[in-house]
């Protein structure tokens, strides 16, 4: 008489499977969370260039050129635009400078807390609206 056992759960092989499988996937996965979440913080930076873009016309429509403030702008320093209707949160990742003269200006965000690499974010705007990233600290 042959006697039949009935297996119940998983062996061993086939637990190891699974957590290789699990792994290739985390590994995958969590590199591009953290890009993600950088491109996330550097919605900020554009944010307030926009925002500097948009005041500094409004300012040099009034007659007096473009705003050319003496400090930059940081969570440490709110009000340094103050003159130009920005001020920069506390929780700000970034420091803003304007340097030009009363006919040009540039904008410029720059980051090097956005994640643990030291790599340095970077983004400008010009008097034109022209936004662009001279360095990215994103890898997507």
């Known amino acids: 008489m042959i006697v039949m056992r009935s297996s119940k759960g998983f062996t061993l092989i086939e637990l190891m499977i699974v957590v290789v499988i699990i792994g290739i ?8 969370y953290f890009n993600v979440v950088t491109k996330n913080k550097q919605a ?3 944010m307030i260039l926009k925002q500097i873009y948009t005041n500094e016309r409004t300012y040099r429509q009034q007659g007096s050129g473009y705003y050319i403030p003496g400090a930059a702008a940081s969570a440490a320093s709110p009000t340094a ?11 700000s ?3 803003y400078t304007i ?6 200006f540039t904008a410029t965000a720059t980051s090097s ?3 643990d690499d030291a790599t340095v974010d970077v983004w400008t705007i010009d008097n034109f ?7 990215d600290d994103s890898n997507l």
Do not use: H
């Not at 996937?25 to 591009?32: S, V």
């Not at 609206?129 to 360095?135: F, I």
């Open 25 to 32: 996937l985390a590994t995958m996965a969590i590199p591009r």
């Open 93 to 95: 990742r970034y420091t």
């Open 113 to 115: 807390i956005l994640d």
């Open 129 to 135: 609206g022209t936004l662009t990233c001279v360095s």
């Open 44 to 46: 900020e930076a554009k």
């Open 81 to 91: 635009f103050q003159q130009i209707w920005v001020s920069i949160m506390a929780s």
């Open 99 to 104: 340097a030009g003269n009363a006919n040009s």
